[in-house]
C-alpha cells in the first residue's frame, strides 16, 4: 500500500499562500482523498494529477456602489479534475470566502459527481462579499462583472454554474443571460438552479433534502432503525434543513431539535415543525418562536442525545473540539464538510455511524445533471420523473457504496472516497496525459 498521507504531501497540493490551519476544510477533503488514494494504491503519477486542481483562476471585481463610489471585490473559479467530463460546481457568495474554501468545494464536486456516477468533474468558485449588506441591484453588477471575467472558462462543455450560499435562482438567471448577451445566443445549459421559466429544473431547492430523506431511509434500514418513531436532530433552518424537517415530519420521523445561525429549540417529546417553520418564514430566524420547547445555541443542540443527527449548515460544525459531545448514533451529512476529519475519526471510535457529504447530500448533483440534460435536449421533465430518478440514482450509489464497504472493511466514508477516487483515477487513466 502506497503512503500518501504526510502532511507536507496535503500543503503542496495547496499551490500558494501561508501553512493550512489543522482544521481546515481543504485539510479535511486532501487528508480523506490521501487516505483513499493509499488503500486504493494509486498510481503516484494518476496520484500527483488528482493532488492538485486543473486550473485556479482569481479575478478583481469592480463595481460602483450606491453611493457612486467604487469598489473591488475578490473572485475566484476553482476548476478541481475534468476526467470525467465538463466541470459542474457552485458559485458562492460570502463575506469571508478564501481561495482554500473554494479548492474544498471544487475537491468535493469531483467526489460527490463520481460516487453518483454522473459525468462532471469538480469546480467551484465564489466572490468574496457580504450579499447581505448590498441591494440587489449592486448584486447583479457583481456577479454579471465577474461573469464576464471568466467567460472564457465557463459553458456547457467546459464548466457549469449551480447556486450556492448567499446564491439564488434569480442570480443564476444573471450569469446566463451575461453568457448569452456575449455568445450572442441564449444559453441557459451554462447554469442550473434557474427559475422554472428559464429552463430551470421542477425539483427546485428541494432536491438536496430529497436525497437525503432517500439516503436516511436506506442508512435507517441498513442499520435496523425503525422511521416511526426516530428521533431527529437538524442544524441548519434554511433551504436544506427546513426542507428535509418538513419531509421528515411529514413522514413520522421525531424531529426533537432544529437550529439557525442564532438560536436552537429542542423538546424530546418532538417539536411543531409546521409552526416553527411558519415563524421562520416570516420573521427569516427562529429567535422569538413560542411553544412547548427549550432555547438553547446551536452549539449545545449538537450534544444532545438522538438517532439521527443532520449538520446542514457549514462546514467544521463538529471539529476536535466538540466532537466527543456529540451523542447520536447516526450522522447524516446535509452541508458540505461539517465535519472534520479529526472529528471523524473521534466519532467512529465512538461507534457513530456517519453518511459522508459526498453520498449524503449529492442530491443536489443530481438535480443539476438533470436540469442540463433537460436543457441540452429540450424537453423539460415532469416531476414525479425527476424525484424517481433522483431516487433511483441515490439508491444505487448507497449499495455500491456498501459493497466497497463490506469489501474493503473500511468505514462509510472511506468507502465512499474509495468508489469516488477510483473512478476519477481511472478515467484518467484512460484518457492519457496530454503533453
Known amino acids: 500500500m502506497k503512503d500518501y498521507s504526510d502532511g507536507a504531501s496535503i500543503d503542496e497540493a495547496r499551490p500558494t499562500g501561508p501553512a493550512l490551519a489543522e482544521e481546515s476544510p481543504f485539510r479535511s477533503m486532501m487528508s480523506l482523498f490521501d487516505e483513499a488514494a493509499a488503500q486504493l494504491g494509486v498510481d503516484p503519477a494518476i496520484y500527483a494529477i488528482l493532488r492538485k486542481p486543473d486550473r485556479e483562476i482569481t479575478v478583481s471585481v469592480p463595481v460602483q456602489l450606491a453611493d457612486r463610489s467604487w469598489t473591488t471585490f475578490n473572485g475566484y473559479r476553482v476548476q478541481h479534475n475534468q476526467g470525467l467530463g465538463p466541470f459542474m460546481g457552485p458559485l458562492r457568495l460570502a463575506e469571508k470566502l478564501e481561495l482554500d474554501e473554494v479548492r474544498a468545494l471544487a475537491g468535493w464536486m469531483t467526489w460527490k459527481c463520481a460516487v453518483v456516477n454522473v459525468p462532471f468533474g469538480g469546480s467551484a468558485g465564489g466572490i468574496q462579499l457580504d450579499p447581505k449588506a448590498h441591494n440587489r441591484r449592486i448584486l447583479e453588477r457583481v456577479v454579471r462583472r465577474y461573469t464576464a471575467n471568466i467567460l472564457d472558462v465557463i459553458g456547457p462543455d467546459r464548466d457549469i454554474l449551480t447556486p450556492d450560499a448567499g446564491t439564488d435562482a434569480e442570480m443564476m438567471a444573471w450569469v446566463m443571460d451575461t453568457v448569452s448577451s456575449h455568445q450572442r445566443y441564449t444559453e441557459n445549459a451554462v ?67 432544529l437550529s439557525d445561525s442564532r438560536t436552537a429549540v429542542f423538546s424530546e417529546k418532538g417539536l411543531d415543525v409546521p409552526a416553527l417553520l411558519e415563524w421562520r418564514r416570516l420573521h427569516r430566524h427562529l429567535e422569538g418562536a413560542q411553544g412547548a420547547f427549550e432555547l438553547l445555541t446551536p452549539a449545545e443542540l449538537l450534544k444532545r442525545p438522538c438517532d439521527v ?34 472529528a471523524d475519526r473521534t466519532l467512529h471510535d465512538k461507534g457513530i455511524v456517519i453518511v459522508p457529504d459526498i453520498l449524503a447530500n449529492a442530491g443536489g448533483v443530481m438535480a443539476d445533471y438533470f436540469e442540463w440534460v433537460q436543457n441540452r435536449q429540450g424537453l423539460a421533465w415532469q416531476p414525479d420523473v425527476l424525484k424517481k430518478r433522483l431516487a433511483r440514482f441515490m439508491t444505487e450509489a448507497w449499495h455500491e457504496v456498501l459493497e466497497v464497504e463490506q469489501r474493503q472493511r473500511v468505514r462509510l466514508r472511506m468507502a465512499a472516497h474509495m468508489l469516488a477516487v477510483q473512478r476519477v483515477a481511472k478515467a484518467d487513466q484512460v484518457r492519457g496525459i496530454y503533453a
Not at 416511526?228 to 442544524?235: L, P, R
Open 191 to 257: 447554469v442550473t438552479g434557474k427559475p422554472v421559466a428559464m429552463g430551470g429544473s421542477s425539483l427546485g431547492q428541494e432536491a438536496v433534502a430529497l436525497g437525503l430523506e432517500t439516503i436516511l431511509r436506506l442508512a435507517l434500514e441498513r442499520y435496523r432503525v425503525p422511521v416511526a418513531g426516530t428521533s431527529v436532530i437538524v442544524q441548519g433552518a434554511g433551504v436544506v434543513g427546513g426542507t428535509l424537517v418538513r419531509l421528515l415530519h411529514a413522514a413520522g420521523l421525531r424531529v426533537i431539535g
Open 309 to 342: 443527527l443532520v449538520p446542514c449548515a457549514v462546514a467544521n460544525a463538529i471539529d476536535s473540539k466538540n466532537a466527543r459531545g456529540v451523542r447520536a448514533r447516526l450522522i447524516l451529512e446535509g452541508a458540505h464538510g461539517p465535519i472534520s476529519a479529526k
